[in-house]
């Protein structure tokens, strides 16, 4: 558990560096709250409508996400939003751990959040309204 801990916080980080995104000067925008997500995979196949609820300490995000309520960790940076965690469950009779990846952008005053979430299995691009 530790060591998976260990690699999600690396792999945060990594996904803040190699995000790109802008990063605003201006004092970031609160996330707490509950969020509907609309996810749409690169293939055009797989759509999903997760909710993720995110507390915010300073820069820092945790919270639950979709109906499992997957613990959450995360933070942000400006305009930069970035979290991540552990699907974990069975699929087709065998037990399943995924590393699952979120980053991109707040948008119109912290109301939304879009960008682009992978996984080992898929990859596609995320909007978030604040419910």
């Known amino acids: ?8 916080a690396v792999c945060l980080l ?5 995000s790109g995104a802008a990063r605003a000067q201006t004092k970031a925008t609160n996330l707490t709250g509950t969020w509907q997500i609309d996810f749409h995979d690169d293939n055009g196949v797989s ?7 995110l507390m915010q300490t300073g820069d820092k995000l945790t919270g639950t996400f979709g109906l499992y309520s997957w613990p959450v960790i995360g933070a942000i940076d400006g305009n930069s939003v970035v979290f991540t965690f552990v699907a974990y469950g069975h699929e087709q009779g065998r037990q399943i751990s995924d590393t699952v990846f979120y980053w991109g952008n707040i948008d119109f005053g912290g109301v939304k959040m879009k960008g682009r979430m992978k996984n080992p299995k898929e990859a ?8």
């Open 1 to 8: 558990m530790q060591n998976r801990k260990l690699r999600a």
């Open 14 to 18: 990594a996904c803040f560096a190699l």
């Open 47 to 53: 759509h999903s409508s997760p909710k993720l609820v």
């Open 124 to 131: 596609g691009d995320w909007i978030a309204t604040r419910q």
